[in-house]
Structure formats: structure tokens, C-alpha cells
């Protein structure tokens, strides 16, 4: 209890520090600023495990499943491994709300089931959608952030975070799509904190029901950290 106490007077001694995360969540690739309100500096969030040659400030926007375990962005792409590998998951999101054709989707049961994928889950076929993997994805991309932040203002500052993330303008004026990337972004923020590379695919299939079910209502942008702001171009 002491501990506990200590720990919270030691927080409440520390200054605020107001800092904004833009995710630029890209069909192939995703980059992270994150931006100090305070001296009005941005920083690159630069993701340490990209192969030789290429930018380290782009996460691939891809997803492989390998017996049993969820692979993100580089860990994906490095992955030697025979499994199943999902990209342009945002592109299937628009389409699985009908916001929007996709030439890449493998349906699972024909034309209801559109952004619709069949994985396998210790020896069954399971079905997932694209949304469930968008939100994994953003969350996977959300804990990276907050440990980057950590990292730069966690010793000395209290931090409040505000997460602002891109979708297309069409998509985003549309309020079935709007609802869709909303809630996605409001219940990566909650799952941030469980997905990580290599977690077991029946974790996070339970993890996105939970959290869809106790979050079925996105709160008013008074009450959220995850904001969804339309991409100009």
C-alpha cells in the first residue's frame, strides 16, 4: 500500500504533457507521428525490426497467421513460414461494409459474406473478418506508439495521449463507414494493451469479442482518446 501510494503521489508530481498520435494507416503501409502540443515538436515513430534498405518509418500493413500466432507489419513480412498472410485488410473493410469493390476478397460463403475470411484455429475453419483484422492491426500499431511514448516522456511527465487515425474521405462521410472505422479505432485503443507479435489467434478472437461486446457504443468524442479524421488526399 505504501508502494502504491508513493507511486501515486510521484505522478501527481509530474507535469502534463499533451501529445497527439497520428497514424497514417495506409493499404500496404502504415506511419506514425507523434506530435508534442507543448513545444510543438513531431517525432517519427521508426519501427526497429524493418529489413535492410528499406525506411524505418513504415510498418507494412500486413498480417500473417502461422500455426496458431499473429504476426505484424515486419515480423510478418520476414516471416519465412507457410501460413496465411492478409493484406490491404483496410481496403476489404470498406469492402465488407459495401463502402467500396475489392478484387482481393475470398469470400467465405459467397456474396453476403464480403470482407469475410476463413482461417484455421487449431484444426477448424474459423471465420474472421476484416474489421476484426484492422482493429488487431491498429492495436498491434497503438502499443508500439505508447511504448515510444513511454520511452520519451514516461520518466518525466505525465502523459495524455490523443489518437487520431486516417480514413478515406469517401468512406468517412458515409456513416455506416464512419460508425465502422470508429468503433475499429476506439476498440484497438482497448486491446493495445493484449496484442503483441506472435500472440495466440484464439486470444485475440476472444479478446475482439470481449471488448466489442462490453464497447458495442462508441462514447461522444468527449469521453474518447481515438478520434477518426478524414484523409485529404
Do not use: M
Amino acid at each position: 500500500k505504501q508502494a502504491k501510494a508513493k507511486s501515486e503521489v510521484a505522478r501527481q508530481s509530474k507535469t502534463i504533457k499533451y501529445i497527439t498520435v497520428g497514424i497514417d494507416f495506409g493499404t500496404s503501409s502504415t506511419k506514425v507521428v507523434l506530435g508534442d502540443l507543448t513545444t510543438g515538436k513531431h517525432y517519427l515513430v521508426r519501427f526497429s525490426d524493418s529489413l535492410p534498405g528499406q525506411p524505418d518509418f513504415f510498418l507494412p500493413s500486413v498480417i500473417q497467421i502461422v500455426t496458431g500466432a499473429v504476426h505484424f507489419g515486419w515480423a510478418a513480412t520476414h516471416s519465412r513460414s507457410a501460413g496465411q498472410s492478409f493484406h490491404s485488410f483496410k481496403i476489404c473493410l470498406a469492402c465488407q461494409y459495401r463502402l467500396a469493390d475489392c478484387r482481393r476478397c475470398e469470400y467465405l460463403r459467397g456474396e453476403h459474406d464480403r470482407g469475410i475470411f476463413s482461417i484455421v484455429v487449431e484444426g477448424d475453419n474459423v471465420a474472421i473478418s476484416a474489421h476484426q483484422l484492422a482493429t488487431w492491426y491498429l492495436a498491434y500499431v497503438i502499443g508500439l506508439c505508447r511504448k515510444e511514448i513511454s520511452r520519451l516522456w514516461g520518466e518525466a511527465f505525465e502523459v495524455k495521449v490523443l489518437l487520431n487515425i486516417g480514413a478515406p474521405i469517401d468512406q468517412h462521410n458515409v456513416l455506416l463507414g464512419k460508425e465502422a472505422f470508429e468503433k475499429g479505432a476506439y476498440w484497438a485503443e482497448k486491446l493495445s494493451n493484449q496484442v503483441r507479435d506472435g500472440a495466440s489467434v484464439r486470444h485475440l478472437l476472444d479478446a475482439y469479442e470481449q471488448v466489442s461486446k462490453a464497447h458495442s457504443l462508441v462514447p461522444s468524442e468527449r469521453e474518447r482518446i481515438t478520434f477518426i479524421q478524414p484523409e485529404t488526399a
